[in-house]
Every structure is written in structure tokens, then in C-alpha cells.
């Protein structure tokens, strides 16, 4: 099994969408970077997902995801009418593609960026790195486990 953080920005689909959502899966399409595009390509059935709320203030992990379709043609792309909409994508060269992913839990409190930043352990996580824009991106099985031990203590602590 991988793990991944996926960003999204609250306003067009957050944690709470994706949770009441039809059978809490939704596709996650409009990715148009190659390199994150080749991490949903990584992608297996099963893998895990932080969901990342991206613009926000302050930006932070909110939750858990997990892939439940591997990596397809992104049909947003072949749209004029689509915001995400490619010239350069055809069906029969798509270029980007997306994944399915589905509602496993909301943390009882988010993650702050900020907060993450001095956690022993994280040094090397990819969300903490300075310029890091990437809107899907890999977490180490180390980094899985440091993020989730975070959370329920933080939910420990508010009960």
C-alpha cells in the first residue's frame, strides 16, 4: 500500500462534499501537472489519502480518502465547456488522467500547515517544502503514521 495528500481547494470541493457525496466516491479530475498526474498513474486500489484543504486559512490536512479506481482518462479534459477543458487532449491521446477516490473519515480537528512544520519526523515531507504546489503528492509510510498519530491526539485533547 502508497500513501498520498491530495489538495483541494475548500470552496470548489472539500472533505465534507466528498462525504456527501453518492456513495462517498467522487472522481478527482482537473489535475494538469505532469508530475502529479504520474503519482495518480502510481495510484493502486486501496492507497491512502490525506485530503488537503489548499487556499484556505490555514491551509490543512482535514482527513483521510482511499483510492477506489485506479488511474482513467480525465473526460474534463476533452470538454470545451469544462474549465479544465485541454486542446491538446483527444480520446485517443487523453494526457491527463484521474482517480476515484472515496470518504474514509474527517479528522475531529485539522492539521495546520504551520503546526506540521515543526513536527519531528516531517522534515522531508513534500507538503513542507518550501514551493511545493504540487496538488497530488506522495507521503511516506513513516509521514502516514506521524500525521495520524497527530490527529487523535489533537482529538484526544478536545474531549
Known amino acids: 500500500m502508497k500513501y ?3 489538495k483541494s481547494e ?11 457525496a453518492p456513495r462517498k466516491t467522487t472522481c478527482w479530475d482537473g ?5 502529479a498526474r504520474n503519482f495518480m498513474r502510481e495510484m493502486e486500489i486501496g492507497d491512502q489519502v490525506f485530503f488537503y484543504h489548499s487556499s484556505t486559512e490555514p491551509p490543512c490536512i482535514v482527513g483521510v480518502a482511499e483510492v477506489v479506481k485506479k ?12 474549465k479544465h477543458y485541454d486542446p491538446k487532449a483527444t ?4 494526457i491527463w ?3 476515484d477516490i472515496k470518504f474514509v473519515r474527517k479528522f475531529d480537528e485539522p492539521l495546520a500547515l504551520e503546526d506540521l512544520r515543526d513536527v ?12 511545493s504546489r504540487l496538488s497530488v503528492q506522495p507521503v ?9 498519530n497527530l490527529a487523535e491526539k489533537k482529538a484526544a485533547k478536545k474531549k
Open 97 to 99: 488522467e484521474m482517480v
Open 120 to 131: 519531528k519526523g516531517l522534515e522531508k515531507m513534500e507538503l513542507l517544502r518550501r514551493g
Open 71 to 82: 488511474a482513467y482518462p480525465d473526460h474534463t479534459a476533452l470538454d470545451p465547456k469544462d
Open 140 to 148: 511516506t509510510a513513516a509521514e502516514w503514521k506521524i500525521v495520524n
Open 31 to 35: 489535475v494538469r501537472n505532469y508530475q
Open 91 to 94: 480520446p485517443s491521446k487523453p
Open 10 to 20: 475548500p470552496e470548489s470541493y472539500s472533505i465534507d462534499d466528498l462525504a456527501k
Open 4 to 6: 498520498w495528500l491530495m
